[in-house]
């Protein structure tokens, strides 16, 4: 019996490129792209060193989809998945390995400055839309709020409130 293990990576880092979505010939979707991690340190002699890493992340199914429409370079991700390696032939035909994380979960970041879909993930094609939605979008204006008061209610003083 085999004994127990544990192949767990967790990172925080940004991404270095926009998330590739592909799909195999039997359908399966799969995204690639790279996070960069950075480590900081202060030397002896009191100068600060940097070093940075790049880590090739992947993910298969409804987690690459999600990726590809969530996912763009730039953004602060918390990542967790499982490292794997492989090897192959390149086209000069050497042979070549590869590191790998496979992705199980993430979490994207906010930073407050750009939308947390990447600018252009969750927006619909145009083609998606029909022609009556955006009449209906056109049509309807947003009713005006009724200020309504109860001979019961007491008259509130903005000075009063303590926000």
């Known amino acids: 019996?085999?004994?127990?293990?544990?192949?767990?990576?967790?990172?925080?880092?940004?991404?270095?490129?926009?998330?590739?979505?592909?799909?195999t010939p039997a359908g399966t979707a799969v995204c690639t792209f790279g996070?960069?991690?950075?480590?900081?340190?202060?030397?002896?002699?009191?100068?600060?060193?940097?070093?940075?890493?790049?880590?090739?992340?992947?993910?298969?199914?409804?987690l690459a989809e999600l990726c590809g429409k969530i996912l763009a370079k730039g953004?602060?991700?918390?990542?967790?998945?499982?490292?794997?390696?492989?090897?192959?032939?390149?086209?000069?035909?050497?042979?070549?390995?590869?590191?790998?994380?496979?992705?199980?979960?993430?979490?994207?970041?906010?930073?407050?400055?750009?939308?947390?879909?990447?600018g252009n993930a969750i927006k619909p094609e145009k083609s998606e839309v029909s022609e009556e939605t955006s009449k209906n979008k056109e049509e309807k204006k947003p009713e005006p709020i009724e200020e309504t008061k109860n001979k019961d209610e007491e008259s509130v003083n903005p000075d009063d409130i303590p926000f």
């Open 75 to 118: 953004r602060k991700v918390y990542l967790e998945g499982r490292l794997t390696y492989r090897s192959f032939t390149g086209k000069d035909g050497q042979q070549k390995s590869i590191t790998e994380i496979v992705l199980d979960d993430f979490i994207v970041f906010s930073d407050g400055k750009r939308p947390m879909d990447g």
């Open 1 to 23: 019996m085999a004994s127990r293990s544990l192949n767990r990576v967790i990172l925080i880092g940004n991404l270095t490129r926009d998330p590739e979505l592909k799909y």
């Open 35 to 62: 996070v960069a991690t950075n480590r900081s340190w202060t030397t002896a002699d009191g100068s600060t060193k940097e070093e940075v890493q790049y880590h090739r992340i992947v993910a298969w199914q409804k």
